[in-house]
């Protein structure tokens, strides 16, 4: 069973918006208290996009997209959305939603929360296509 289940990727044009869910599948997961997102280039490791504390509903957003994007949660359905605005090519990548152990405490508090090594689940990922 995937721990995380995402969805709303598809193409879209430069300029446009896409949101992203992600849900968590099991008790384990709905545990979690950081949930955050990826991308992936062709080739490359994963870079932190965003992060929530599930708790608090604080957010923390790595510098290549902030401003442009908006994480929340909806803690009665184990989801994160993440709001993604005025999309450039180079935004086209796969998108990855990623939860903390359910042991790991602060880690979206933590300076270290844009490193992927700081997640335990992780979901499959969705294609965001961003044609210029």
């Known amino acids: 069973q995937v721990p995380l289940v995402e969805s709303g990727g598809g193409s879209v044009q430069a300029g446009g918006s896409v949101r992203l869910s992600c849900t968590g599948s099991s008790a384990d997961v709905h545990a979690s208290k950081c949930m955050a997102w990826f991308r992936q280039f062709p080739g490359k490791g994963r870079e932190p996009v965003a992060a929530?504390?599930?708790?608090?509903?604080?957010?923390y957003y790595a510098e290549s997209m902030k401003g442009r994007s908006v994480l929340s949660r909806d803690s009665a359905k184990f989801s994160v959305y993440l709001q993604m605005d005025s999309l450039k090519p180079e935004d086209a990548a796969m998108y990855f939603c990623?939860?903390?152990?359910?042991?790991?405490?602060?880690?979206?508090?933590?300076?270290?929360?844009?490193?992927?090594?700081?997640?335990?689940?992780w979901g499959q990922g969705t294609q965001v296509p961003v044609s210029a």
């Open positions: 990623a939860a903390s152990a359910p042991w790991s405490s602060r880690v979206c508090s933590s300076p270290a929360w844009p490193g992927p090594d700081r997640y335990f689940y």
């Open positions: 929530i504390s599930i708790d608090s509903g604080t957010t």
